[in-house]
């Protein structure tokens, strides 16, 4: 049984840029989490989604960043007109019960 | 929303050392999850311990939800225990929240 897969591990992007993370969760999970980590920090949480459905997306910046996980297909982070600011590790978690099971994790550069 | 800190936020052992690292909780919680983040980023699940205590090898946790607070053990320490450790804490429905940190250096 594969576990989160995230890919891919590092994209690089110039200032304006978009950028698109996948996540394909845990085989049998609905719930798809994404966190963000800034250099020496812990994780923030971002949003949470559950099939076609925003559940939570509390933490997600206004603009710019979306989130979907569509019926089919791995889960997506959007960044638009990337920042250097957004420059960080990009989690994806999944769960179907408990608990969360983490991905490796997209290392986002922007030049 | 609930509130995790960690302690220490450093730590630095010499190899077959024990430690214990804190994690403590502002709120009741039906969610405790220990992380090791390796030198390589990778997050890796060592417990899920909403309550009582388990074990894996050199490593224990143990937490103690009336007093909200869980403690990681790890003994005899090797190099490649390195890293930053996390605890992270749910209440309910309510998202994951991660503490800051511990970063342990375990020297040869």
């Known amino acids: 049984n594969a576990g989160v897969m995230q890919n891919p591990r590092h994209l690089v992007r110039r200032r304006g840029q978009e950028a698109r993370l996948r996540c394909s969760p845990m085989k049998g999970h609905s719930h798809v989490y994404w966190y963000r980590q800034l250099p020496e920090e812990g994780l923030k949480f971002m949003v949470y989604l559950q099939k076609e459905n925003i559940i939570d997306e509390s933490g997600m910046p206004k603009e710019r960043f979306s989130a979907e996980f569509p019926k089919e297909g791995p889960s997506i982070l959007r960044i638009q007109q990337v920042v250097r600011g957004d420059s960080a590790a990009y989690f994806c978690?999944?769960?179907?019960?408990?608990?969360?099971?983490f991905g490796d994790g997209t290392r986002l550069s922007i030049l | 929303g609930i509130q995790v800190e960690q302690s220490p936020p450093d730590l630095i052992l010499q190899e077959g050392a024990n430690s214990t690292l804190r994690c403590n909780f502002s709120?009741?919680?039906?969610?405790l999850q220990w992380f090791h983040q390796n030198p390589w980023g990778q997050l890796i699940n060592l417990f899920y311990i909403p309550s009582g205590t388990k074990q894996n090898g050199r490593l224990s946790a143990t937490t103690v939800a009336t007093e909200r607070y869980s403690l990681l053990y790890i003994s005899s320490s090797q190099t490649t225990d390195s890293g930053v450790y996390f605890c992270?804490?749910?209440?309910?429905?309510?998202?994951?929240?991660f503490g800051k940190g511990t970063k342990l250096t375990v020297n040869p």
């Open positions: 709120d009741s919680v039906n969610n």
């Open positions: 978690a999944s769960r179907e019960n408990q608990p969360q099971h």
């Open positions: 992270a804490a749910r209440r309910g429905s309510e998202k994951l929240v």
